[in-house]
């Protein structure tokens, strides 16, 4: 688990603060304030359609690893909405691993480039925010490693038939 929090720090950095520390250290003042001013506005939409997706692709595995005596016409169909909720849950959290890392990494951008108009408190906002951000993500990670691990396993003996 500690390896876990070590590498999904560096993974948000390297997704979101690294482009970030790269657009200020080109001199793109214009493209750092604009990413921002972007995250913030669409935040609250981003985290309400990851959290939807990433609930529905939970709830399905668990239906089908607790619930589903498969049969073979089924088999394909379930597989294939399995696979498509996994796939576009992992652009989710790349994407949302990218404003974490912006949203951790923009409060020292600022306190560098611009001492004098650096607000500790707005910064304190973008960390905390951020922070939440980074939970999630582990969050997100750790549970769906599990499913994949899941795959790997048999499936439980007791099934509940519906």
């Known amino acids: 688990m500690p390896v876990r929090v070590w590498s999904e720090f560096v993974i948000v950095l390297m ?9 200020f250290l080109l001199g793109e003042q214009e493209g750092v304030e604009n990413a921002l001013s972007s995250l913030i ?17 939970v ?3 668990l239906f089908d690893r607790y619930f589903i005596v498969r049969s073979s016409t089924g088999s394909k169909l379930l597989d294939s ?14 994407m949302m691993r990218a404003v974490t890392g912006v949203l951790l990494t923009f409060p020292v951008i600022w306190y560098c480039g611009d001492p004098e108009a650096f607000d500790a408190g707005k910064s304190i906002y973008f960390l905390v925010v951020g922070f939440i951000g980074y939970v999630d993500c ?11 691990g899941w795959e790997n396993r048999e ?7 519906l």
Do not use: D, M, T, W
Not at 81 to 94: D, F, M, P, R, Y
């Open 15 to 23: 997704s979101g603060g690294a482009p970030l520390l790269g657009a």
């Open 41 to 57: 506005a669409n935040s609250g939409f981003v985290i309400y359609y990851n959290a939807s997706i990433f609930s529905i692709h």
């Open 59 to 61: 709830c399905v595995e």
């Open 81 to 94: 909405i399995k696979n498509i909720l996994s796939e576009v849950g992992a652009g989710l959290v790349g």
């Open 138 to 148: 582990l969050f997100v990670s750790l549970v769906s490693g599990k499913i994949r």
């Open 155 to 161: 499936p439980p003996q007791y099934k509940f038939l």
